[in-house]
């Protein structure tokens, strides 16, 4: 992404399509279109909200490493005081003192009444002991510190960056994608409105035949018939060069929605052949080394690994260190201590064997993902070469096209002169303009689709971002309809 962008920064070689410039339209390089793609596109924007999540997460798992503190506050009405209730024994301490003061052991009455008045007022009060009033209130903090969670939390930080490059492949998959579908379209847009030039000069060839035809005919000099071909051959030119107008609108719609910007655009890249590409070899070391999907079963590969490391962190202990204090305290009895400190173990003995079969499922998984990537990688090497000789045929194709327009432009020629001397029928001459401009047609179709196999091969290897260096290579052939 950052060669995409400092190639659209610096000033790029242009290869202007002649007679396409129109007002109105804004001129766009291939390079400029894909800078404007990579930023603004909505797909793009999504990647990178889903990278920053991703990110985020990651760090987010670091803080299962550090303690966690709580601070909180309570308050609770009960539904009556807590205490010790010692009215039970009122009894037997009214009789023991009766029997003590009736004992006679005190004979002085003055002592007997004084000893009576303190013991009734005391049997008469309530004996419950209160410890806690029925209404308290407190604010305290605790603080825990995982110490050993049988390697849940390295396991769970290791997922958490695996998470993190798994989005940024993502986003390199979803630029590479981009890439391609841009190509596709911004080459597209300049097929098509080559396609309609081509088209143009037919319509205007066939009616300077058809006013040709109607001087002959009027002298006597050809037949109705021939009149005629030339009108359906006119009237079948203008329904192709409608149908290539409308296709020149709905790929500029297209292009439009790619780039994530509404306007006119006008490419100035011309579409390209080049003479000879790296070995197939090359682009299938670089798909293994940098395809992101290959990248991404990779990671998940890595993911189920740390996944069955997180199940088998069941069975061992897990220990953590606590701590509390209250920092107010409303009618809270002073019997219980204002902080604690400890340390926790626990050891898990059985639970139905959830934690056996969870265990054996993510071995499963592992090898799953192992089997599937195995068939990615052989899947994404057979596409390379399937596009790798795709691609060869459309070159090998455009040399045999380069011939046939050669031979269609002398075959013109020849009948044009022909006809300038009456040896000719105009039906012939017709058809010698109508295979050229299928040649050229042709010719710019094939252009056009070597392009899009080369976008999907570079996005194939995982280096969609040199595309436009491949179009600067001083061996590319610019293909483009020339108007003569």
């Known amino acids: 992404m950052k060669t995409i962008l400092k190639i659209a920064i610096a000033t790029a070689t242009a290869l202007p399509a002649p007679g396409l410039a129109q007002t109105g339209k804004q001129m766009l390089s291939l390079e400029e279109a894909i800078a404007v793609t990579l930023t603004e596109n909505p797909a793009m924007k999504a990647a990178g909200y889903e990278e920053r999540a991703a990110q985020q997460e990651r760090r987010a798992a670091i803080g299962l490493r550090m303690p966690q503190i709580n601070v909180t506050g309570a308050y609770a009405y009960l539904g009556k005081d807590i205490g010790v209730d010692f009215n039970n024994l009122k009894a037997p301490t009214q009789e023991f003192a009766g029997k003590l003061l009736g004992s006679g052991l005190i004979t002085d009455p003055a002592l007997l009444q004084g000893i009576q008045g303190l013991i009734t007022p005391m049997l008469e009060a309530d004996w419950f002991l209160k410890v806690q009033d029925r209404s308290l209130g407190f604010v305290g903090g605790e603080v825990t510190l995982p110490i050993w969670m049988g390697g849940k939390i390295n396991a769970a930080n290791r997922a958490a960056k695996i998470n993190e490059k798994t989005a940024v492949e993502q986003g390199n998959q979803t630029r590479n994608a981009l890439i391609s579908e841009l190509v596709e379209r911004y080459f597209g847009l300049s097929l098509a409105e080559q396609v309609v030039t081509v088209r143009q000069q037919v319509v ?11 001087a002959l005919e009027k002298n006597g000099m050809i037949a109705q018939s021939e009149r005629l071909y030339v009108a359906f051959k006119l009237a079948e030119a203008e329904r192709e060069l409608a149908n290539a107008k409308l296709q020149v609108q709905t790929i500029a719609s297209a292009l439009s929605n790619t780039l994530g910007r509404e306007n006119e655009w ?3 890249t011309a579409m390209f052949i080049l003479s000879q590409i790296e070995e197939l070899e090359y682009y299938q070391d670089m798909a293994e080394a940098r395809n992101p999907l290959l990248s991404q079963v990779s990671l998940k590969r890595q993911l189920a690994e740390e996944g069955v490391r997180a199940q088998r962190a069941e069975f061992l202990p897990q220990v953590a260190a606590m701590g509390g204090a209250s920092f107010y305290n409303y009618q809270v009895t002073g019997i219980l ?4 400190v400890g340390v926790g ?10 934690r056996e079969y969870k265990y054996s499922a993510a071995k499963q998984t592992a090898r799953r993902v192992g089997e599937l990537q195995n068939k990615a990688g052989q899947d994404v090497a057979v596409l390379v070469e399937k596009l790798y000789n795709q691609l060869m045929n459309y070159h090998n194709q455009m040399i045999s096209i380069d011939a046939s327009l050669a031979f269609a432009e002398e075959y013109l020629r020849i009948k044009q002169a022909a006809f300038k001397e009456g040896m000719s029928s105009s039906t012939d001459l017709i058809d010698a303009e109508l295979n050229l401009a299928g040649v050229r047609t042709e010719r710019l179709q094939t252009a056009y689709n070597y392009d899009l196999l080369l976008a999907q091969l570079l996005e194939a290897a995982g280096i969609s971002d040199e595309f436009p260096t491949y179009a600067r290579r001083n061996d590319a052939q610019t293909i483009q309809f020339e108007k003569k």
């Not at 201590?337 to 604690?340: I, L, N, Q, V």
């Not at 173990?345 to 959830?354: M, R």
């Open 345 to 354: 173990v626990n050891i898990k003995i059985f639970d139905g064997l959830s």
């Open 204 to 214: 205007d060839g066939m009616r300077r035949h058809l006013e040709d035809a109607l």
């Open 337 to 340: 201590p204002r902080w604690a």
């Open 266 to 268: 006008q490419p100035v």
